[in-house]
């Protein structure tokens, strides 16, 4: 029986720090938004992000590839991990607020582990991270509250988008993983970041116009946050990550998306944090230990013949 992807303890340490770059997109695509388009957010925010990593790219003489098939994967990649699925979250944003988006981005993190499982062997759906995974998700309800929860209404087509985009995140994962493989991180990073650059300069000026400089710092700010952390910075993690832990394992990392995004509104839109909310963290935490193993196999060291979790 092949051996199941666990995640190591560097690629859990870059998995959480992936969640929180994330999270605080949130906050970034709210602040950018009152000035600029959608599709422009995102057309600026994948075209500096593919500037910088092709400088990283030079910089460190990594070798790009030459053939068609793996550029048409960049292309490929960029358009259902990157290009679609940061247009429906950005477009949702225009009407339901970043605490409910956060959750249903959390949703990633079942589609994931559940997509993954069907074309890779080593990312079963096994018990034990089907109960973290529900663990996890349980917890971020609760952190944003259970009336928020009942505020889903699948007539919205806003809140469909966001399930779209973690749909879009659950497939471009685990096709990267096979369309990709022995690719390095930062080419790879910096490929499929210029094939979602490809798609969605000529449709955002097509559909919005050139976009006008004359913004304010914040929103400058939140628009190179966009690019050079939240994209750049965290696709670098992205691939690393998704070498080492697979793209069940990868999707994780949405589950800490939105308590994130709930501490960050509280800080800069004064937002009130309630006890449910510390209570979500804690059963967040919980879902996630579940998941990594680590702490139940030093608890409850039980020895298996077939070496499975």
């Not at 000035?35 to 790009?64: H, K, Q, Y």
């Not at 990157?82 to 990633?108: E, M, Y």
Request: aromatic fraction near 10%; charged fraction near 10%.
């Amino acid at each position: 029986m092949q051996q199941q992807k666990t995640i190591p303890l560097r690629a859990w340490a870059e998995l959480l720090l992936l969640g929180c770059i994330w999270g605080a997109s949130f906050l970034s695509h709210r602040i950018a938004l009152a000035e600029m388009g959608f599709l422009s957010i995102v057309a600026f925010r994948v075209t500096g992000a593919t500037l910088v990593l092709w400088s990283v790219v030079r910089l460190r003489g990594l070798p790009v590839p030459r053939a068609p098939k793996i550029w048409a994967s960049f292309l490929a990649v960029g358009a259902l991990n990157t290009a679609l699925p940061f247009s429906l979250i950005v477009w949702g944003q225009q009407r339901i607020d970043s605490g409910l988006a956060g959750i249903l981005n959390a949703s990633t993190a079942l589609f994931g582990v559940v997509v993954a499982s069907l074309f890779f062997a080593d990312e079963r759906l096994t018990l034990r991270r089907g109960i973290g995974v529900g663990l996890g998700f349980c917890g971020v309800a609760m952190a944003l509250g259970l009336d928020r929860m009942a505020g889903f209404d699948p007539s919205s087509l806003s809140q469909l988008a966001l399930l779209g985009s973690s749909l879009c995140y659950a497939f471009g994962g685990s096709f990267a993983r096979r369309a990709l493989h022995g690719v390095a991180p930062e080419v790879s990073s910096a490929g499929m970041l210029a094939g979602a650059a490809v798609v969605m300069v000529p449709i955002a000026l097509w559909n919005e116009g050139l976009p006008s400089p004359d913004h304010g710092p914040q929103v400058w700010g939140a628009l190179i946050y966009l690019a050079v952390v939240s994209t750049a910075l965290a696709y670098l993690l992205y691939y690393r990550v998704l070498a080492q832990a697979g793209a069940g394992n990868l999707s994780l990392s949405t589950l800490i998306v939105a308590p994130v995004a709930i501490v960050l509104g509280a800080i800069v839109f004064d937002e009130n944090l309630g006890l449910n909310a510390y209570a979500g963290f804690g059963l967040l935490a919980l879902g996630l230990m579940v998941l990594d193993g680590r702490v139940l196999r030093i608890l409850w060291p039980v020895k298996s013949q077939t070496g499975q979790p």
